[in-house]
């Protein structure tokens, strides 16, 4: 069982900050990358940005040079930082996880449950 469990998420208004995080348990042998995405009502689930385990980082063009990804030392740990928020920001935001479960040799992605951003104008 792998288990990704997001925090963070509220209410905020435009041009504030918030901080999401997840972190990853369970029976997991190795980590590879992790990212954010979003959805918002009506619309596709969307990569916000993603940290591969050597440090490297890919961001979506809208949030380019207003949001942060990083990990944690622990590497099973993501963080979001967003500044200089909009309200088209305001969307559903899921941790992502490509993970080698313990036991087996094929790569897989988890999700966690959601945290629910709301950016007001």
């Known amino acids: 069982q792998v288990q990704l469990v997001e925090s963070g998420g509220g209410l905020v208004q435009s041009g504030g900050s918030l901080t999401l995080s997840c972190a990853a348990s369970?029976?997991?042998?190795?980590?590879?990358?992790m990212g954010w995405y979003r959805q918002a009502p009506g619309a596709a689930r969307e990569l916000v940005a993603k940290?591969?385990?050597?440090?490297?980082?890919r961001y979506a063009d809208s949030v380019r040079g207003r949001f942060t990804i990083s990990r944690g030392n622990a590497e099973n740990t993501v963080y979001l930082q967003m500044n200089s928020l909009k309200p088209e920001d305001t969307a559903v935001y899921y941790c992502?996880?490509?993970?080698?479960?313990?036991?087996?040799?094929?790569?897989?992605?988890?999700w966690g449950q959601g945290t629910q951003v709301t950016v007001s104008s």
């Open positions: 992502n996880a490509r993970a080698l479960p313990v036991g087996s040799a094929s790569w897989r992605d988890y």
């Open positions: 369970g029976s997991i042998s190795l980590i590879n990358d």
């Open positions: 940290i591969a385990r050597g440090g490297s980082t």
